[in-house]
């Protein structure tokens, strides 16, 4: 089964995919997994994306199509995959149609940006073994500090309220309108991530059963 997840940062896509991935063993495909991986690999394509990061612009639409399809190329993905983070703009849906044919795309709808600033501000990272926390719902045993090793906690930039802020409007500007995209094509199906991944899981459950 090939997928599409769709919906906004802190909708909770990455944690219910990985779920979502062992019920159906099928990898999950994340572009910003799939960058960070390639920019550590210092090839030439590592530093051409490096410099138009830190220029601080957008990685052009045509080498992220050719990223993904080179990903989708290998052996794992012959039962399909689900796409996190994938495709972010019309131009690369457009391209993407082209080249592969997509079972479902879910869209995981959360009704209010404060439970998304809530979810994404809340979380902080462990410097030294990167577990993850949430201050509401798993917080640290002792504020600030990791329960597994006694790292100190920080929050990730991106995590930042005002950084939260404007992935939301980047999301809204770019990626929203997919969802009129896929939804025209018969493709889209809404679920309510406002809910915890557990009752999020269970509504994919039925969508794909
Ligand atoms: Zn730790």
Known sequence: MKLIFLGPPGAGKGTVAADV??????????????????????????????????KGELIPDEMTVQIVKNRLSKDDV????????????IPQ??????????????????PDDSIIIK?????????????????????????GKCD???????????????????RLIVYKSQTAPLIAYYTEKGLLKDIDASVNPKDTFKQIEKLID
Do not use: M, W
Request: glycine share 8%.
């Open 21 to 54: 991935c062992k019920k159906l063993n099928i990898p999950q495909i994340s572009t910003g997994d799939i960058f960070r991986e390639l920019l550590k690999s210092g090839t030439p394509q590592a530093n051409e994306i490096k410099s138009i990061i830190d």
């Open 148 to 166: 597994k090793c006694g790292g100190d906690l920080y929050t990730r930039g991106d995590d930042e309220v005002d950084a939260v802020k404007n």
């Open 119 to 143: 979810r994404l501000t809340e979380r902080r990272i462990c410097k030294k073994c990167g577990a993850i926390y949430h201050l509401t719902n798993i917080p640290p045993k002792t504020e």
């Open 78 to 89: 012959k039962d399909g995959y689900i796409l996190d983070g994938f495709p972010r703009t």
């Open 93 to 110: 849906a457009e391209a993407f149609d082209k080249i592969e044919k997509i079972d479902l795309v879910i869209n995981f709808t959360v």
